[in-house]
């Protein structure tokens, strides 16, 4: 490439990027494949690509999937996706993910743990208060915690504070969570969707009902199934919130949805339908955010039923699937290629191991040393698992087949997949939702006794480390730890990960935002509201 | 007139009755639904502790006689009982949205009722001309297209390829009366096309029916003119037919319309109703069922009074 072609598609990536259609991983990509080095490109990206500064003004209207009528305002029964959206805008949490994935303050300043990590103390943002005025104190934190935890809670986040032993309270703005044993994630678990920040009352119960939060904005009108209109909370602790007011429509319907953004009556909408994204994509008003998340289709093949008992043959299943080819043809390019372990990408201690590819050859050496040529095995999956999930293992019992590998799709019904073929078929299909760490996505899926463990798969080193790493505060050493662990499900695990499914959705193109997307909810962590602004 | 005023009584007392017989009936398909609203609530993560608090909570432990007595005790003294979900009182959760659909099916009533009969009056006099054949080509296509391909159509067309109209129909509290005609006009013109071709073709059909009576020849061989045989002497025979099946379909322009209100994002009745039955918040069904029976029931018994206030001989039974 000559000089002045590279420096011309430097620019010219510059200026997408700046317009939010680029983010930093695709430039860091692009600029490396133009001949840059990775230092070089990083340096780009800060000097050219920075966004000019966010405007504030405007009032952001935004299209959410999945709203009910019979949602609430209690937090503990945070369920639908809507609820999600519209818990970011008008309440806070402890910590939050931040647009680049990391963690971050949210209404918590900072916090720091004993050595053993088993007592955290988190130091709350001074000067914060509920939309009534009212001021934010320990006690409103420690009321809006205790709220998913003892005997008589109704709430389902119960089972992700089980460890905690004891909140206490040390002065008005900090709080001390004490657990049953060290958890090095706990930062991380404060920002689940239903741990968000109520007002107490006085007898330590919190106010849900009321609708009150200490969020970038401020309800005005809410009817649940229908829509939410928000200004913005001029008390508010955080960075952002550029829009003067926020307008949420429930736009159930996929059509009604896209048709609503193309036509103008709303700013931005979550979750595309991926068959019709081609054509969304045409209209040269409105930008799709392709956003790689930690959402991951998963095919346990249990550890202890023939044939998956052997560690080539689950490597020769391994082998033998074409993710690049699935992503392609089932998913419409919005989901990037699994590696055999269950973390993503955007995770924090994921281990960059080389990309497991399609290799039958390999797959038949390692079917041959099983001594198991000639295999056939029974996959099992249902509609409801993943849009095109039955394509999808029919595609792959095709590439399986130059492996010499006969696979049987058996097509299972909808309706309770999860309870009778999950967890029972030796070898079926399973969506995942995104979870914030390894240690939480281990230790519900791939510890040894595990309820959830779905191959079943016994590894005593990997089992001994995610002790370990539990409780480990030194990053050097944890990410350590994890990288072995990822090793060890990717080259010996149950579970073939083919991919992890992105976050699709859409938004007119005066509506700008920062280069990087927080992958864990739509909308940039559901976010999008504080974070981002219009252009003109 | 008296002897009107006794049919109605009789049927309202009869309706109270089914009434009553749809409210056990409701009750015992929501309680053979499988899972409950702790389960449905809580979802996947949910702890069997959890929904156990949660079904003490909200009284679901009890037997489910128990529950049906108390929710019937409240209601007969007009106490329709709490959403199991919000807390807040199933009229205060029910009504704005039955105002949306009355509204949206009055809007689709003045259209399609005056469309339909009109029409099916001059297709009577042109029947079996090329305009006939049209006009009911027309209407069956568009009585027999699903409502939600109908909306989308409308939707593509007059939404997003001419901007005429807005394709969602949300609604807000400081819209004015004309802005708020323009905001759910699709949604009601999807509504019309779907009743105009039932009520158009009865009216056509009890008109022609009538048309090869004696006295309609008589009236012919009098010189009166085509049209005025079939407005001043074949009509007024055939209200009653007519009638039930406008009552018939305006009916079905309040209970069947949960598509339509999907398509157009309208905050409706039959939204609430869906989504009530999928997290079994009883109360709210119950009333939204009850709601829909008593349209129901009070608008047969309307069109059967019309029926006998428009023909002489049934008010004046011999």
Redesign the interface.
């Known amino acids: 490439m000559t000089e002045k072609s590279q420096d011309e598609l430097i620019e010219r990536m510059a200026a997408e990027a700046k317009r939010g259609k680029l983010s930093r991983r695709d430039f860091m990509h692009y600029s490396m494949a133009a001949g840059l080095t990775a230092s070089a490109a990083s340096g780009l990206w800060t000097s050219k690509a920075a966004m000019a500064a966010p405007k504030r003004g405007g009032t952001f209207r935004l299209g959410t999937h999945d709203g009910?009528?019979?949602d609430?305002h209690d937090p503990g029964?945070y369920?639908s996706f809507s609820i999600i959206q519209l818990a970011h805008t008008y309440r806070s949490y402890l910590t939050q993910i931040t647009a680049t994935n990391e963690l971050g303050p949210d209404i918590a300043d900072s916090w720091s743990a004993t050595p053993d990590a088993a007592e955290w103390t988190f130091e709350l943002a001074k000067g914060a208060s509920f939309h009534s005025g009212k001021p934010f104190t320990a006690d409103d934190a420690i009321a809006s915690l205790n709220h998913h935890r003892g005997?008589?809670?109704?709430?389902?986040?119960?089972?992700l504070l089980k460890d905690v032993v004891d909140i206490v309270k040390n002065n008005d703005h900090s709080i001390t969570i004490k657990l049953a044993s060290g958890n090095a994630d706990l930062p991380w678990l404060m920002t689940d969707y239903h741990l968000a920040m109520c007002p107490a009352n006085s007898d330590g119960t919190i106010d849900w009902?009321s609708g009150d939060g200490t969020g970038p904005y401020k309800i005005v009108?809410n009817?649940?199934?229908?829509?939410c209109?928000l200004v913005r909370h001029d008390g508010w602790h955080g960075e952002g919130a550029y829009f003067d007011a926020v307008e949420m429509?429930?736009?159930?319907?996929p059509?009604?949805r896209q048709?609503?953004l193309?036509?103008g009556?709303v700013d931005g909408i979550t979750q595309l339908e991926l068959k019709t994204l081609s054509l969304l994509q045409r209209n040269p008003n409105i930008v799709v955010d392709n956003v790689p998340s930690a959402a991951a289709i998963t095919m346990p093949m249990l550890c202890d039923v023939k044939p998956f008992d052997s560690v080539d043959v689950r490597l020769a299943l391994k082998l033998a699937i074409d993710r690049e080819e699935i992503i392609k043809k089932i998913t419409f390019d919005t989901a990037i290629p699994g590696n055999d372990y269950h973390v993503a990408p955007n995770m924090p201690y994921w281990a960059d191991l080389p990309q497991r590819v399609y290799d039958p050859e390999k797959a038949k050496f390692h079917l041959k040393k099983a001594g198991a040529e000639g295999l056939s095995v029974e996959l099992t999956t249902a509609d409801s698992v993943y849009s095109g999930a039955v394509d999808m293992c029919v595609l792959y019992a095709e590439q399986a087949k130059a492996a010499g590998i006969d696979i049987k799709v058996n097509r299972a019904p909808n309706d309770g997949y999860?309870s009778d073929v999950w967890l029972k078929a030796p070898f079926c299909m399973v969506q995942w939702g995104a979870r914030p760490t390894p240690d939480v996505m281990f230790s519900l899926a791939y510890k040894d006794d595990a309820a959830w463990n779905e191959s079943r798969w016994q590894n005593e080193r990997f089992n001994e480390l995610l002790l370990q790493a539990k409780s480990e505060l030194d990053q050097d050493k944890r990410a350590e730890m994890y990288r072995e662990m990822q090793m060890l499900a990717k080259n010996e695990g149950g579970s073939i990960i083919p991919m992890f499914t992105n976050f699709v959705y859409a938004r007119n193109k005066n509506v700008a935002h920062a280069p990087d997307l927080d992958a864990s909810w739509q909308k940039d962590g559901a976010r999008a509201c504080s974070r981002w602004w219009f252009e003109s | 007139m008296g002897g009107v005023l006794t049919i109605v009584l009789k049927r309202l007392g009869l309706g109270l009755f089914t009434l009553f017989i749809i409210s056990v009936l409701i009750f015992g398909a929501v309680e053979l639904l499988p899972g409950d609203i702790?389960e449905a609530?809580?979802?996947?993560?949910?702890?069997k502790?959890?929904v156990q608090?949660?079904r003490e909570?909200l009284g679901l432990d009890k037997a489910a006689p128990v529950r049906y007595f108390e929710w019937l005790a409240g209601a007969v003294t007009g106490n329709f009982g709490v959403s199991l979900?919000?807390?807040s009182p199933v009229t205060e959760?029910i009504a704005?949205?039955f105002a949306n659909t009355l509204f949206l099916a009055s809007y689709a009533a003045v259209i399609a009722v005056p469309i339909a009969i009109l029409l099916g009056v001059v297709v009577a006099l042109f029947r079996d001309t090329l305009f006939d054949r049209v006009a009911n080509v027309l209407t069956l296509t568009s009585i027999s297209s699903p409502e939600f391909f109908l909306g989308?159509v409308l939707?593509l067309y007059l939404?997003?390829k001419t901007?005429m109209f807005?394709?969602?129909a949300?609604l807000?509290?400081n819209m004015t009366f004309l802005e708020l005609l323009h905001r759910t006009f699709l949604p009601a013109l999807t509504m019309v096309l779907v009743v105009v071709a039932h009520m158009m073709r009865m009216t056509r059909a009890s008109i022609i029916a009538l048309l090869a009576s004696p006295y309609i020849e008589m009236a012919r061989l009098k010189g009166t003119p085509g049209w005025k045989v079939i407005v001043k002497h074949a009509l007024p025979n055939a209200w009653a037919p007519i009638i039930n099946v406008v009552a018939l379909n305006l009916a079905y322009l309040i209970t069947g319309v949960v598509l339509v209100e999907?398509?157009?994002?309208y905050?409706g009745i039959g939204?609430?109703l869906v989504?009530?039955v999928?997290?079994r918040?009883f109360p709210v069904v119950q009333a939204c069922c009850l709601i829909f029976a008593a349209t129901f029931i009070l608008l047969n018994l309307a069109a059967d009074v019309g029926a006998i206030l428009t023909n002489p001989r049934l008010r004046h039974p011999k």
Do not use: H, W
């Open positions: 009910n009528t019979s609430t029964t369920l005997e008589k809670t109704t709430s389902a986040a119960a089972a009902q009108n009817e649940f199934g229908v829509g209109s429509t429930v736009l159930n319907d059509n009604a048709t609503a193309v036509t009556e999860y | 702790a609530v809580l979802g996947q993560g949910a702890t502790e959890n608090a949660m909570a979900i919000s807390q959760v704005p949205r989308y939707i939404g997003v901007g807005p394709s969602i949300t807000n509290d999907v398509v157009f994002v905050p939204q609430l989504d009530a999928t997290k918040d």
